[in-house]
């Protein structure tokens, strides 16, 4: 590993800033949970890449309006569409990796608003703590055990049909309580440390201390929670998109299983109902992976150890 | 190199008391008096040793200096002003003139920050200077602390130092606004022997170019000798024993104080160490009331007297003090009863 | 026959940047009843000496040269069960701050007897519990406590009962892995003056592993300087430290601020010490060497006899 071992030395030199990923890196590339997350993740961002693709193809291959004139029922694997069509002719492929753009959308979007909320409040709860700590984390309390898919179908049978942003904002409306515990915890534990009595002898405010001193060390374990929301938000777009109440412009997975579902083609067309919820399950659990592959990198604990002295 | 009659740091009265929180059932949770109405002066210029062992409430004192911790009861003057109630741009004002070393060099600089971020830090704070301005400063800070050249410590982050350079970076950033009074709470007490004689070395350094007032808080005597023109010996909240550092160590009044040169592990030249023995095998009761709180373990107490009011702080020679009532000076009385006694 | 005799001791720990070599060609013996220190900086290899010695070196840590010779019976060629049965009843060990790891829901009384049990099982309850109030009698704990839970306890009191726990199958050798590192002064000087009556008492050998120079030079018969993994010098209290050779003995020494006598600079050892991955082939000090010569840099430094057991690891120190 001598080459790789150089080349991070010269990079490391040019951009010193990357030293601390480079090790990361390096942890993380022993873990197998982490590399077959990576891999899957990988190819499933490639799947979305490659959403765009088919349309310019043929207009036939578009997801949600490309019918193929020559089909008129559900019809298995072909050449002409390799996992076959739905029951309207409109090809799967296409379907299943429009699907996987969405899930990222989805996941990605609500995951981050979420944990950039959940971590916002936790800094500030923790680090004010007493009457600012009650109140937030009372109000986490609360909405942490409102159950969130309850409150989008009230909420769509009352509004009609949701957007696909505005079940985003829901999601991470109803999300960022979990996130902000254990940012709050960690805030706790760093307000001891004795480099932050250091910037507050030094004259740092409050606001300084909080943005420049414990948000880049707790971070680390936002992104870290990020990874478990992804899968919650894509499940909860599913989930809500199976029941019928997603967006119905928008071409996921939940909402193929929708279509199977609901023109009765659940066992007589597997070639339509595996994939996506295959996909389904194994986005979420690549998701998983790399929280669990990049848990280790961040807490050194449970790294295999080094040498003592 | 000191003008005696002027104090740049005065205590006064100063105390602190932690309250532990009542439990749900049981006692009423009891208050644990940190520090008990210390009162002292340190003089510009030089460097005042703090010696306790742990619990004593040395860095306490030292947290309470820096405006870490706000103090039960008592003040603190700095160059004559009442600092106690400092809030706002007085605050401010009072953060540059006094800083801290922290005792933890691998806790005490943030993880996620460069060097020159963590030294440069100070300067944004108070705005001094632009971005270039700032790292010049800060390169004369890590040259005066021995980190030369500074160039090759400035993009490094905390994990690439070793304890002593992490020490080191510390100094630099307390020293960088050039303040006029430092807390160095044990600075050496986490370092091995070899890299400690470096910082002593250059704290030593510092107050004699910069006109630098250094407070060292330390558990050991022998450190406190090499590095301390005055030194006072702190045991539960109280003084015990001050004056000139080489006075003390060489002729300790206190039987705390001798219970410690006591205990030091000697090695080398040492034949012209005295012993005192005035431990006590097994601590004795401890009466109820404000006794001095080396009571238990002294064993030349005597029950009604040392059980039952705490000694002041006296002078007995010129600027040695010692709180003890068998060292005060005109003390001729010998109380009956007692089986044997220090007397002066 | 010596009680403990180690040759050509090389211990490594394979690591993610490589190949550690935290102890290298150390080779000491051990007389029954007398005790032995080795003082040296973080990273000097001290502590992995007493972790090998009890066999406990972690997963990734092996011996890869050289016998531990216990009682004339070579500790690294035996089974794990062969093992377990002398460690704690002949080799028993008092770890860095053992007394932060005892169980804070479990009275210290019941924590040292299940100690005893573990290693006796056919001892009885209220026999184990017998052995114990003499052992506390013995450290000097008072019989009231026995029944108190660890947070009650002093810092000195804790360590009083690791002792304790230590003695319970009275060993022949005991390793204090920086014993009193978290206690005062005082306590510290208690504590090691009980250890040393103790020692006596029992014929106990001991090995005593700090960092602090003064503590083992008040402590023990003999003494050996640790740096980068190496045993640079070695000899009696004495000889050590009234005329110590090799130039980070002296270095070290001359590093510790003293109490008395004449008030000295203090001189510190500039630089810092050699990676252990990738150890240099001629002496490791070199670096840091006031009187270094170009030889040091590439010939690996010989022992030098100074004394009848006086030794140091430099050939030019004269």
New interface residues.
């Given amino acids: 590993m001598v080459n790789s071992a150089e080349t991070d030395k010269k990079i490391s030199k040019r951009f010193?800033?990357i030293?601390?990923f480079l090790e990361g890196w390096?942890?993380f590339k022993?873990s197998i949970l982490g590399r077959i997350g990576l891999t899957l993740l990988i190819i499933f961002a490639l799947m979305a890449l490659f959403s765009f693709i088919p349309p310019h193809i043929d207009p036939m291959y578009h997801p949600m309006t490309g019918v193929d004139p020559a089909v008129s029922h559900s019809t298995g694997p072909s050449m002409r569409h390799w996992l076959g069509t739905d029951f309207m002719g409109r090809d799967l492929l296409s379907q299943l990796l429009a699907g996987a753009r969405v899930a990222f959308m989805v996941g990605v979007s609500a995951a981050f608003m979420s944990i950039f909320l959940g971590t916002a409040i936790g800094m500030i709860a923790g680090y004010s703590g007493r009457g600012i700590d009650t109140l937030l984390m009372r109000l986490a309390d609360m909405i942490m055990v409102m159950p969130t898919l309850l409150v989008i179908l009230i909420l769509s049978s009352l509004f009609g049909q949701l957007n696909i942003w505005t079940i985003v904002l829901i999601i991470a409306l109803f999300r960022w309580p979990g996130v902000s515990r254990v940012i709050r915890a960690q805030t706790l534990s760093l307000k001891q440390?004795?480099?932050i009595?250091?910037?507050?002898?030094?004259?740092?405010?409050h606001l300084?201390i909080i943005f420049?001193?414990i948000m880049?060390?707790v971070l680390p374990l936002s992104f870290l929670y990020m990874t478990f929301r992804v899968t919650s938000a894509i499940i909860i777009e599913a989930a809500l998109a199976f029941l019928g109440f997603g967006d119905p412009g928008t071409v996921s997975w939940g909402m193929m299983l929708q279509w199977v579902w609901k023109t009765g083609h659940m066992f007589s067309a597997p070639y339509w109902l595996l994939p996506p919820g295959i996909c389904i399950s194994l986005i979420t659990l690549s998701f998983y992976m790399l929280g669990r592959a990049m848990d280790e990198v961040l807490d050194p604990r449970l790294r295999?150890?080094?040498?003592?002295? | 190199m000191e003008d005696k009659t002027k104090p740049i740091l005065e205590l006064e009265n100063l105390s602190k008391v932690y309250r532990t929180k009542r439990a749900l059932f049981g006692d009423s949770g009891s208050d644990v008096i940190a520090l008990n109405r210390i009162s002292f002066k340190i003089f510009e210029g030089e460097i005042f040793g703090l010696v306790g062992e742990s619990g004593s409430g040395k860095t306490t004192a030292g947290r309470l200096i820096v405006k870490l911790e706000k103090p039960a009861e008592g003040k603190i003057y700095l160059e004559n002003a009442d600092i106690t109630g400092f809030k706002g741009k007085a605050l401010r004002d009072f953060r540059r003139k006094v800083q801290m070393i922290f005792q933890d060099p691998y806790q005490s600089l943030n993880p996620q920050l460069s060097v020159l971020n963590t030294v440069s830090e100070p300067l944004t704070v108070h705005k001094i200077g632009n971005g270039k301005a700032r790292q010049e400063l800060v390169r004369q800070a890590m040259k005066s602390v021995g980190l030369s050249p500074p160039d090759d410590y400035l993009h490094r982050y905390p994990h690439q130092l070793s304890g002593g350079q992490r020490q080191r970076v510390a100094i630099a950033r307390a020293m960088v606004l050039n303040p006029r009074f430092v807390v160095a709470d044990e600075p050496t007490s986490m370092l091995d022997a070899s890299i400690s004689a470096q910082i002593f070395n250059i704290l030593s350094e510092m107050r004699e170019k910069l006109d630098l007032t250094i407070l060292f808080i330390t558990h050991s005597l022998a450190a406190a000798r090499y590095l301390c023109d005055r030194i006072a010996v702190i045991y539960r909240g109280h003084l015990m024993e001050m004056g000139p550092a080489e006075e003390v160590i060489r002729n300790p009044k206190h039987p705390y104080t001798q219970a410690l040169i006591d205990a030091l592990p000697k090695f080398g030249d040492c034949g012209d160490v005295k012993h005192y023995g005035t431990l006590r095998r097994a601590d004795s009761e401890a009466p109820e009331g404000a006794g001095c709180p080396f009571y238990p373990r002294c064993k030349v107490a005597h029950r009604t007297k040392c059980g039952t009011g705490m000694p002041r702080l006296e002078e007995i020679s010129d600027s040695h003090l010692v709180a003890c009532y068998y060292t005060m000076p005109g003390d001729e009385t010998i109380p009956e009863g007692d089986a044997c006694f220090y007397a002066t | 026959m010596a009680l403990l005799e180690v040759e050509n001791l090389n211990i490594g720990y394979r690591t993610r940047k490589g190949y550690l070599q935290a102890v290298a060609g150390v080779s000491f013996s051990l007389e029954e009843g007398k005790s032995l220190g080795f003082v040296g900086e973080s990273g000097c290899g001290k502590t992995t000496i007493g972790m090998a010695l009890m066999g406990l070196l972690p997963p990734n840590g092996m011996v890869t040269k050289g016998r531990i010779l216990f009682e004339g019976q070579d500790l690294l060629t035996l089974s794990d069960s062969e093992m377990r049965s002398i460690r704690w009843k002949r080799i028993a060990m008092i770890f860095q701050a053992a007394m932060n790891a005892m169980n804070p829901v479990h009275r210290v009384e019941d924590q040292v007897a299940e100690a005893i049990l573990a290693h006796d099982p056919d001892l009885g309850k209220s026999d184990a519990k017998k052995q114990v109030e003499g052992l506390f009698q013995l450290v000097g704990i008072p019989e009231a406590r026995m029944r108190d839970y660890p947070h009650q306890y002093s810092g000195g009191m804790k360590q009083r009962a690791i002792i304790a726990m230590a003695l319970a199958c009275h060993p022949k050798l005991i390793i204090a892995d920086e014993p009193t590192t978290a206690l005062d002064v005082i306590v510290q000087d208690q504590i090691l003056k009980e250890t040393r009556k103790l020692q006596r008492e029992f014929g106990i050998s001991m090995i005593f592993i700090s960092h602090d120079i003064s503590i083992v030079a008040d402590v023990c018969h003999d003494i050996g300087i640790m740096y980068a993994g190496q045993l640079v010098e070695y000899g009696s209290r004495e000889e050590v430290f009234q005329s110590p050779c090799h130039p980070y003995t002296r270095a070290l020494i001359s590093s510790y601020p003293t109490l008395t006598g004449k008030k000295s600079r203090l001189t510190p050892i500039s630089g810092e010490t050699p990676n252990l991955i990738n150890p240099p082939s001629g002496c490791r000090f070199c670096d840091r060497c006031p009187g270094a010569k170009t030889s040091c840099k590439t010939d690996p430094p010989a022992w030098e006899e100074v004394g009848p057991r006086h030794r140091a690891l430099c050939q030019d120190f004269r």
């Fill in positions: 010193r800033w030293d601390p390096s942890i022993e440390r004795p480099f009595e250091a910037a507050r002898v030094a004259g740092a405010s300084r420049r001193h880049p060390n295999k150890e080094e040498g003592a002295g």
